[in-house]
C-alpha cells in the first residue's frame, strides 16, 4: 500500500539510526517525513506544533529515556501510534512498556520488522478510531430510538381469537407486502428466528402471567433471507377474571444499532485475544505452552466454540492437531487433514489453506457445499469458522482453526486481526525453534544427534557427585574410529558424515542408552558404564559387544567399509574423581592403545611416566641435532640374482650421552609430532653424503643410498630443489629416497610434483612398508617409483603361513608388471631367502646377510666383497623328495627304499621342519605320515598346497582317519594315500608315478593338481 507521506516524531540522539529507520520506511513505501527531537521540551514543542501520526523512540538517551517520552505522548497525543527501538529489551521493560501505552517494540538487530509493525501500528490506530466512530453511531441510534418510541409501529393482538394487527411499515422494513405476511400471531411469530422465538415467546407468558413488563428484542426473517432486528414493548388487558384478552404495542427496527453492538463485541473479543496472545508470546519459552495457552485463550477469551492448532507432518504429508480447546475435541479427529491433492477423501479446507497459504472462511457451515463432517459442525454449534495458516519464511506450516456459534461471524476487518495473530503465533514459534535449535547444539552434535563433550562432562560430574567411592564403579570409555581421516580423503567427506552417524548408533544401541554415549570429538566418541563390577567386566563388554558390532562391514552407498574402533578405559573413582580428569586420563589411555595396535587399553599411572619420558626426550632432541648426538648405521640390500650389495638403507641412531643408543622408534614419533623431523631429515641425507664422498675417499665402490623421507618433509616446496643442491657435489647419482603408503595417499599432486623432480637429477623412489598402510592401486600407477619394499611382517612367517606368502606372492608380480623391483625387508633365514628367490623376490634385507652397522664396519663388509652364495641351476634336473615322519626309524628305512631309484632324499621330523626344508630346496614330491605331535599331515599337507601347489603330495600312515584323508583327496591337498605297513615295490612305483606326474604337468603346462 503506497502512503503519500507519513508525519514521525523520532526521539533519538543518533543521526545514524534515524537516517536507518528513515531508509527502511522509505523502501516500504511509507514515505516518512520525520521530525528528529532528543529532549521532553523538545518533544512537547514538537507536538504542540503538529501532531504526528507515528512517534518512533529510542529506548535510552542521555538524559531522557524512552518510557519519558511515552508518558509525554500518552499526555499530549494518547491515540497516535508509540513504537519503542532498542538494543536489547528485558522481559519487565517490555510489559511495562506495553501497559503504559506502548504500541510495539523492535529490536535494532531486527530492523526488517519495522516496516510491518509501522503498519500494523497504523492499521490498528484507523480502527480503533472506526470503533470509536461506531460507538459514537451507536448513541446516535439510540437518541433517534427515543424519539421513535412514542411513534413507533404499532401492533395488537387478540389473545382470545389469536388474530393480530401486524405494522405495515414493520413487513416493508423486512421486504414484504401486506399480503405476504398473515396478520395472526403464528404468521409474525413464524418470521422469528428459532432461538429468539423461544425467547419472546417467554416474554410473552411471563407478562400475562405475572405481569413482568414486556421488553423484548428479537429477530426476524427477511425477504431476502437475513435477519432484522426489532425492539419490542407492550401491555395486556386482563378481565375481571384476571385472563388476558388483548395485548397491544411498539415495534422499533434497531437492525443498526445491534449490529454495531454485535461488531463492537466481535471486535473486543478478537482485540481480547490478540492481546492475550501477544503477552503470551513475551513470556512463555515452550512451544507447547504456547500452542495450548493460545488456543485457551481464543475459546476463554475470544468466546469461540472451538480451537485447535495444527503442524504439517512432511513425512505422511498430513496435519497433525497438538493442541486445542472448547467444545468437539472429539470432531478434530475426523476431519480430513491430508495435503495430497490426488487423495479426495482426505484433502479438504485444511490442507488447501496450507497449499495455497491464504485464509479460507466458512461462514455457514449449513449452507457450504465443501464441509464434510457438516451434521457433525451443526451439532457442536459450529455455525461458522476460520482456517488461517501459520507461515514461516513465506512456507505454511500449519494452520490456527476457529469455530463460532455465529453464522457470518468473520468480517473483514476481524479477519486480518486474526491474520495478525496467526502471523505473530507463526512468529513465536519460528522464534522459539531457533532458540530450540541453539540450546540443542549447545549440548549435542548436530551430525549424530548425540550428546556433545559439554553434556557428557556434565553427566560424568553428576555420576561422580551422586556416587560415594563404597558403591559400584564406574568406567568412562573414550573411542577412536582408526584412520578416519582416510576415509574422509578417499571416499569424501559425506561418506564420513554417514559412516559416523552409523558408528554413532551401533554404539547407541550396544549403551542401550543414548544419554551415556557422546560425541566428543571428529572421530571420537565417550561412552559411561555405571554399575560395573571390575574392570574385567569392561573388557567382556568391549570385546563381546562392542567390538562385534563395530567389526561387521558398515554399507555406505553400496560399499562395504571396515573400521577399527580403539578405547581407552578410566576407572572412577581408581582413576580420576571428577570429569575432567577423568576424560584425560581415559583420552591418555586410548593414544596408547592406536600406538600398540591395541584395540582397548586401561589407564594406568605408568602412562603419566610414559607422557613425561617423552617430554623429557622431546627436549633432548633440541640438543642433540646441535651437539651431533645423531648418528647413521647401514643396513645392506642383495641382489638375488647374483648375491652381491646392491644397496643400503641409512638408519638413524641417538647416542644420547645419559642413556646410550637408543633405537629410532622411541624418538622418530617424537621428531615427527614437533615438526623436528625435517630438519633432522636434512641432517640424514646430508650424512649419508658425507659417509659415502669417504667411502670413496678410501678407495671403496659404495652403492646407493636410501633414506626414509618423512610426509613433513615432501610438504615442503623447496625439498626438491634443495636434494639437488645437495647433490651437485657428486658426479653420479648415489641417492634413494622411501616413502611410505600414507605419504600419497595424503597428497598425490604434490607428491607426484616433488618425486618427478627429483628423479630426473636421478634419485630413485622406493615405497616402503608396502602392504601395511592405506594403499590404492590407482595412485600406485599414477606414482614415479622404482622399488616396493614387502614388509617385515609378511616376510617372517613366508614359510609357514600361506596367507603370508600368498601376499607377498601378490606384491612381487604386483610390482614386476607395474615393471617395478621388489625388495624383501626383514629376511633372517635362508629358507626365507630361497623361497623368495624362486619366487623371483629382486632383492633382500635383513639380519640373514646384515644387520644395520656403523659407518666404518660399513666401510669394511665392502672392503671384504661379502655376498651370499646363490645356488645354481642344475644342468638336468634333480628329482627331489621330501619324506616327513617323526619316528626316525620310518625315517631311515624310507631312506633305504627310495635310494635305489637315485631320488635326491630330505628327511624332516616335524611337519614345521619340513616347512622350513621346502622353503630352502625345490621338492617335486612330498610323502608325509599322517599322525604326527604338532600337526596332522592332512593339515601338514594342505598347507604345502597353498604354498606350493605344483608339489605332488602323498599320505603315508598306518591309521586311517578314512573322513578327513577323505576330505583331503577332495580338496586337492593329496595326490594319494598309502598305508603302513608298505611294499618296497609298490612304494617306489607309486613314487615313481608321482614324479611322472609332477613331470608331465610341468612340461605339458595343464592345470595344476589341486585346481582340478
Known amino acids: 500500500m503506497q502512503i503519500a507521506s507519513l ?69 499530549v497525543c494518547p491515540d497516535t501510534p508509540f513504537i519503542l527501538v532498542s538494543e536489547v529489551f528485558g522481559e519487565d521493560h517490555v510489559i511495562h512498556a506495553l501497559k503504559s501505552g506502548a504500541t510495539d517494540y523492535v529490536l535494532k538487530h531486527d530492523l526488517a520488522r519495522l516496516a510491518p509493525a509501522v503498519r500494523r501500528a497504523l492499521g490498528d490506530a484507523q480502527s480503533a ?62 418470521l422469528l428466528e428459532p432461538a429468539d422465538r423461544v425467547r419472546v415467546l417467554a416474554a410473552f407468558s411471563a407478562h400475562i402471567r405475572n405481569h413482568v413488563p414486556y421488553d423484548v428484542e428479537y429477530r426476524a426473517l427477511a425477504k431476502d433471507g437475513s435477519y432484522r432486528w426489532s ?26 444499532r445491534k449490529n454495531a453492538e454485535i461488531k463492537v463485541q466481535r471486535l473486543n473479543r478478537v482485540y481480547a485475544v490478540l492481546s492475550g496472545i501477544n503477552s503470551l508470546i513475551v513470556r512463555t519459552q515452550n512451544r507447547e505452552e504456547l500452542f495450548q ?47 495430497r491433492v490426488e487423495q479426495e477423501s482426505e484433502y479438504g479446507i485444511v490442507g488447501q489453506s496450507i497449499r495455497k497459504g491464504f485464509t479460507i472462511l466458512v461462514q455457514n457451515t449449513a449452507k457450504d457445499e465443501r464441509i464434510v463432517l457438516k451434521q457433525q459442525a451443526l451439532d457442536r454449534g459450529f455455525a461458522s469458522f476460520a482456517v488461517l495458516p501459520l507461515s514461516i519464511a513465506q512456507q505454511s506450516i500449519g494452520v490456527l482453526v476457529l469455530y463460532s456459534e455465529e453464522t457470518h461471524f468473520f468480517d473483514d476487518e476481524e479477519v486480518l486481526l486474526l491474520e495478525e495473530l496467526a502471523n505473530d503465533i507463526a512468529f513465536s514459534l519460528d522464534h522459539l525453534e531457533k532458540a530450540e535449535e541453539l540450546n540443542y547444539l549447545a549440548y549435542y552434535d548436530a551430525l549424530t544427534g548425540l550428546p ?55 554404539l547407541s544401541e550396544v549403551v542401550g542408552r543414548t544419554n551415556q554415549i557422546a560425541r566428543i570429538g571428529a572421530d571420537q566418541f565417550g561412552g559411561v558404564l555405571t554399575h560395573c563390577g571390575s574392570p574385567s567386566d569392561v573388557a567382556h563388554f568391549l570385546r563381546e559387544k562392542v567390538q562385534p558390532q563395530i567389526d561387521k562391514p558398515f554399507l555406505v552407498e553400496g560399499k562395504e567399509l571396515y573400521l577399527t574402533l580403539r578405547a581407552g578405559i578410566a576407572m572412577f573413582p581408581e582413576d580420576g574423581h571428577d570429569a575432567d580428569v577423568l576424560l584425560t586420563n581415559a583420552e591418555a589411555a586410548c593414544r596408547e592403545a592406536s600406538a600398540s595396535q591395541g584395540r582397548y587399553q586401561f589407564y594406568a599411572t605408568s602412562m603419566n611416566t610414559r607422557v613425561r619420558n617423552q617430554l623429557s626426550i622431546e627436549s633432548k632432541l633440541h640438543k642433540a641435532l646441535k651437539s651431533d648426538q645423531f648418528l647413521l648405521h ?147 600407477k599414477k606414482l614415479p617409483i622404482d622399488y616396493l619394499k614387502v614388509d617385515q611382517s609378511f616376510v617372517k612367517d613366508v614359510i609357514y603361513d600361506p596367507d603370508a606368502a600368498a601376499i607377498c606372492i601378490a606384491i612381487i608380480d604386483l610390482a614386476h608388471n607395474l615393471k617395478l623391483k621388489v625388495i624383501a625387508e626383514g629376511v633372517e633365514t635362508e629358507a626365507q631367502m630361497n623361497y623368495l628367490r624362486r619366487k623371483h623376490c629382486d632383492e633382500i634385507q635383513g639380519y640373514y646377510f646384515s644387520k644395520p652397522l656403523s659407518m666404518q664396519d660399513m666401510g669394511q663388509l665392502l672392503h671384504t666383497g661379502a655376498c651370499i652364495p646363490v645356488p645354481r641351476e642344475p644342468d638336468a634336473p634333480v628329482r627331489r623328495i621330501l619324506v616327513v615322519d617323526d619316528e626316525p626309524g620310518i625315517l631311515s628305512a624310507l631312506r633305504r627304499v627310495l635310494r635305489r631309484d637315485g631320488y635326491e632324499i630330505l628327511a624332516a621330523s616335524s611337519a614345521k621342519e619340513g616347512l622350513r626344508i621346502l622353503g630352502d630346496h625345490d621338492v617335486q614330491v612330498i610323502l608325509s605320515d599322517q599322525r604326527m605331535p604338532e600337526m596332522s599331515g592332512t593339515e601338514f599337507l594342505s598347507r604345502v598346497r597353498d604354498l606350493y601347489p605344483e608339489t605332488i603330495r602323498i599320505i603315508l600312515s598306518g591309521y586311517t582317519d578314512l573322513e578327513s584323508i577323505a576330505d583331503a583327496i577332495n580338496r586337492g591337498s593329496i595326490y594319494k594315500f598309502l598305508t603302513k605297513p608298505w611294499d618296497d615295490d609298490l612304494l617306489r612305483e607309486n613314487i615313481r608315478e608321482a614324479f611322472n606326474h609332477h613331470d608331465s604337468f610341468r612340461n605339458r603346462a595343464i592345470p595344476r593338481l589341486d585346481s582340478l
Open 7 to 75: 508525519n514521525i516524531v523520532a526521539v533519538s540522539d543518533n543521526p545514524s539510526d534515524v537516517e536507518l529507520v528513515a531508509q527502511l520506511l522509505q523502501r516500504a513505501a511509507l514515505n516518512p517525513e520525520i521530525r528528529v527531537v532528543d529532549s521532553e521540551k523538545s518533544l512537547r514543542s514538537a507536538l504542540q506544533d503538529q501532531l504526528p501520526e507515528l512517534i518512533v523512540s529510542d529506548f535510552k538517551l542521555p538524559q531522557f529515556s524512552g518510557l519519558d517520552a511515552l508518558l509525554v505522548a500518552r499526555d
Open 129 to 190: 478510531l472506526e470503533q470509536r466512530r461506531t460507538l459514537e453511531a451507536l448513541r446516535h441510534s439510540e437518541l433517534r430510538f427515543r424519539l421513535a418510541a412514542s411513534t413507533g409501529d404499532v401492533w395488537d393482538w387478540d389473545i382470545e381469537t389469536g388474530l393480530a394487527q401486524i405494522s405495515p411499515q414493520w413487513k416493508m422494513r423486512l421486504g414484504y407486502s401486506e399480503e405476504d405476511v398473515e396478520n395472526t400471531a403464528e404468521g409474525w411469530l413464524a
Open 231 to 256: 425492539h419490542a414493548k407492550g401491555q395486556a388487558v386482563w378481565n375481571a377474571h384476571g385472563r388476558a384478552t388483548y395485548m397491544a404495542g411498539s415495534v422499533v427496527d434497531i437492525t443498526e
Open 293 to 339: 495457552e493460545a488456543c485457551n485463550i481464543a475459546v476463554h477469551a475470544g468466546g469461540f466454540k472451538l480451537a485447535w492448532i495444527g503442524l504439517v507432518d512432511n513425512d505422511s504429508q498430513r496435519v497433525a492437531a497438538v493442541a486445542w480447546s472448547g467444545a468437539g475435541e472429539d470432531y478434530i479427529e475426523h476431519i480430513p487433514m491430508g495435503m
Open 452 to 506: 556433545n563433550r559439554s553434556l557428557l562432562q556434565d553427566r560424568i560430574r553428576q555420576l561422580t557427585q551422586n556416587n560415594p567411592e563404597s558403591s559400584s564403579k564406574m568406567a568412562l570409555l573414550w573411542f577412536n574410529v582408526d584412520r578416519f581421516k582416510n576415509v574422509n580423503d578417499t571416499l569424501g567427506r559425506h561418506v564420513g558424515d554417514v559412516l559416523l552417524k552409523l558408528v554413532a548408533l551401533r
Open 634 to 780: 647401514y643396513q645392506p640390500k642383495v641382489g638375488l640374482h647374483d648375491g652381491k650389495i646392491t644397496g643400503m638403507e641409512a638408519l638413524i641412531r641417538w647416542q644420547d650421552p645419559e642413556v646410550g643408543l637408543i633405537p629410532p622408534a622411541q624418538f622418530v614419533p617424537i621428531l615427527e609430532e614437533t615438526g623436528m623431523i625435517g630438519e633432522v631429515g636434512q641432517w640424514v641425507i646430508e650424512r649419508a653424503l658425507a659417509d659415502h664422498a669417504q667411502w670413496c675417499a678410501l678407495g671403496l665402490v659404495p652403492p646407493r643410498i636410501a633414506v626414509n623421507v618423512s610426509a613433513v618433509q615432501m610438504r615442503r616446496a623447496d625439498f626438491a630443489d634443495a636434494v639437488r643442491k645437495k647433490l651437485q657435489a657428486f658426479n653420479a647419482s648415489i641417492l634413494d629416497i622411501e616413502i611410505t603408503e600414507s605419504l600419497f595417499v595424503e597428497d598425490v599432486a604434490s607428491c607426484v610434483q616433488c618425486l618427478r623432480k627429483m628423479r630426473e637429477f636421478g634419485v630413485r623412489v622406493a615405497v616402503d612398508d608396502f602392504g601395511t598402510g592405506y594403499s590404492s592401486l590407482a595412485y600406485l
